[in-house]
T-cell receptor, first 111, second 116 residues
């Protein structure tokens, strides 16, 4: 069974602070996605990384895929209240479309 | 990306009854997925539904409890049968991404089910 462990599980910070969320596994993934989910809505895809060592930036969000394609990180610079939500990583092993979702990180950014 | 709607958005049901959740997509897709999620927690895949074939269920989920229909390329239903309070959860459908990026998924808003 493939597991994706996220840390931290909960994070409460002040507006303007930086933060990093980690997504770790013992399995190798052919691709990894990050989603953000707000209450009452489904997860929304933020980014997909497919190459070991790949770094992608989306405004204040920086995503990195580990060299061995077993882990990933999400870094948010100068967090804003609009960043509040549940962040989920999800991995695909290829050869199919099934995703394994991480355990989730609940982020709250306060004024 | 596809626009996905689900009905109902929420429901409160009595134990022993069944509820059918509908998922409608605004474009034709080959693969649709059904997930279960406890609020604030991760998603667990229930089954994968392809048009024209039987749904493929994940370990711990069976067709008698969660029958799925996939009559065409834009629609699917998930039924939660003989419900118990343990079935209280958020049920989400998703579809694969555009051709060539089928490992990405796009989600509906979810159906929040409470079983009393």
């Amino acid at each position: 069974t493939q597991l994706l462990e996220q840390s931290p599980q909960f994070l409460s910070i002040q507006e303007g602070e930086n933060l990093t969320v980690y997504c770790n596994s013992s399995s190798v993934f052919s691709s990894l996605q990050w989603y953000r989910q707000e209450p009452g809505e489904g997860p929304v895809l933020l980014v997909t990384v497919v190459t070991g060592g790949e770094v992608k930036k989306l405004k204040r969000l920086t995503f990195q895929f580990g060299d061995a394609r077993k882990d990933s990180s999400l870094h948010i610079t100068a967090a804003q209240p609009g960043d509040t939500g549940l962040y989920l990583c999800a991995g695909s092993t290829g050869g199919g479309n099934k995703l394994t979702f991480g355990t989730g990180t609940q982020l709250k950014v306060e004024l | 990306s596809a626009v996905i709607s689900q009905k109902p958005s929420r429901d409160i049901c009595q134990r022993g009854t069944s509820l059918t959740i509908q998922c409608q997509v605004d474009s034709q897709v080959t693969m649709m997925f059904w997930y279960r999620q406890q609020p604030g927690q991760s998603l667990t895949l229930i089954a994968t539904a392809n048009q024209g074939s039987e749904a493929t269920y994940e370990s711990g989920f069976v067709i008698d409890k969660f029958p799925i229909s996939r009559p065409n390329l834009t629609f699917s239903t998930l039924t939660v049968s003989n419900m118990s309070p343990e079935d209280s959860s958020i049920y989400l459908c998703s579809v694969e991404g555009p051709s060539g990026l089928s490992y990405e998924q796009y989600f509906g808003p979810g159906t929040r089910l409470t079983v009393t």
